[in-house]
């Protein structure tokens, strides 16, 4: 991976702001780009490539949800 457009989900979405998923989940895949490291983020996305569309929704989501509340806990301020 080199980064160019089409390498890597995490880079499409948030370095090369391609829609990748969906607009929806691709907003929240920036947003995890806030919440956590950027090499989690591309391990993450990576892991999504081969799931129906559905799943994906449902894990970034999930995803989005539990880092907000440990961020939230850990007295974060959340916007």
């Given at each position: 991976?080199?980064?160019?457009?089409?390498?890597?989900?995490?880079?499409?979405?948030?370095?090369?702001?391609?829609?990748?998923?969906?607009?929806?989940?691709d907003?929240?895949?920036?947003?995890?780009?806030?919440?956590?490291?950027?090499?989690?983020?591309?391990?993450?996305?990576?892991?999504?490539?081969?799931?129906p569309?559905?799943?994906?929704?449902?894990?970034?989501?999930?995803?989005?949800?539990?880092?907000r509340?440990?961020?939230?806990?850990?007295g974060w301020?959340?916007?």
């Open positions: 991976m080199n980064g160019k457009p089409g390498d890597d989900p995490a880079t499409d979405i948030i370095l090369h702001g391609r829609t990748l998923f969906s607009p929806d989940i907003a929240e895949i920036r947003e995890l780009g806030k919440l956590m490291d950027f090499r989690q983020l591309q391990e993450f996305t990576d892991s999504l490539r081969h799931l569309i559905a799943e994906i929704g449902r894990a970034v989501s999930e995803h989005v949800a539990r880092l509340s440990e961020a939230t806990t850990r301020e959340m916007k």
